[in-house]
């Protein structure tokens, strides 16, 4: 198969995305790496940490208020020459004393050099947090993954200091058992700071492969435009988990776990829609955080959307504000890392028209919905 790059540098939903290594040796079978050509190979090097370091500063998507996902088209913890890779990255960040939240993303052990070299960075002011992807699946789907290993993790980071979300995804029916779900929330509660859960996302080249795993997949109608797709036992759990989990925040937008963990007000114009007051399970101290921030926001001024267009390439577009309300519509189309890029620095709602190249159009920023499957009883 032809291998598929994705740029060093890219907005997505929450955070920008830097990515200098790209594939990845394991094969789990809901990633998306898969239909790319790079699962099952060595991470090839893009930029080294001082270009990749050039790069995000010279994007029109780098600000400082934004927070980076590292490393997102690989697991950086698998390799010794991807941890050397991050290792020096964090090195040359804690020398620029770059002021943007990092966060890392991996389903393998970290070793003790790279525990060391998130500390070193969080005490020169870096902070970093640590995303443990942990669904309580088996190794019929997450193939090479050791689940005893990974769940070491979690109290190691603690022990070092290190916030740890828990990344709760994809969930297939095989792990959507209360035995398993309780299993993994167990372990979450006692070392996470929160949960944040998300489904699984089906491309239209991945189905039939997808849907030996998960029969109902083949031919329920939106599977390929759903935000994600749950199995109904873990949606109901997750929504409404049993008592003893009920003061542990569960998530089901990233960016309400970042604001949390960070004890800051959202940054994607969420608070108050459905995702904040029905899906997400959000302390009482976060939401009035979030309150305070919206009352604290500047008025949505047309100057400043056309400015922040302009930074990001769009000159001329024609688009609607209700400063009441804090939404805005532009009449073109516009890509959702760019749709993700303005939400986040004007703090307002934003719609757009369909961009047919875009490939992250099915994203709850671009107003996807979540797809919920029953078994099919046959
Ligand atoms: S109050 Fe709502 S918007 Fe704010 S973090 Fe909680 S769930 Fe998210």
Known sequence: MEREW????????TCIAVNPLQGCPKACVYCF????GLTNVRPQEIANPEATLRQLLASRFYESHR?????????????????????????????????????LITKAYITDRVLDAIARAREDGIRVIVYLSYSGMGPEIERGVSHARLRQNFARLQDRSIPIIHYWRPVFP???VLETMTHVLDLAVKHAHCSIVAGLKVEQKARVRLAQYWPELLD???????????????????????????????YHSNSCALAYVLQRE?????????????????????RQRCQVGIRNLPPLQRDTVAEHLKKLGYVDVIFDIDVDTRTMHLAAPIPTNVLSALTQSLGARVSALRDPNDSYWNSGIAGAQPLVLHRRLD
């Open 6 to 13: 994705t740029p060093v540098i890219d907005q997505h939903a």
């Open 33 to 36: 790496l898969n239909e790319r």
């Open 67 to 103: 927070v980076l996902a590292l490393y997102t088209w690989t697991d950086v913890m698998v390799s010794e020459e991807s941890r050397q890779h991050l290792i020096g990255l964090l090195k040359l960040m804690r020398q620029a004393r770059l002021p943007n939240v990092v966060t």
């Open 174 to 176: 095989e792990s959507a």
């Open 220 to 250: 329920h109608p939106g599977v390929e435009t759903a935000e994600g797709v749950y199995p109904a036992e873990f949606w109901k759990f997750v929504l409404t988990p049993p008592a003893r989990y009920s003061d542990y925040p569960i």
């Open 266 to 286: 959202e940054h994607l114009a969420l608070f108050g829609t459905p995702v904040c007051t029905v899906r997400n399970r959000c302390p009482f101290e976060q």
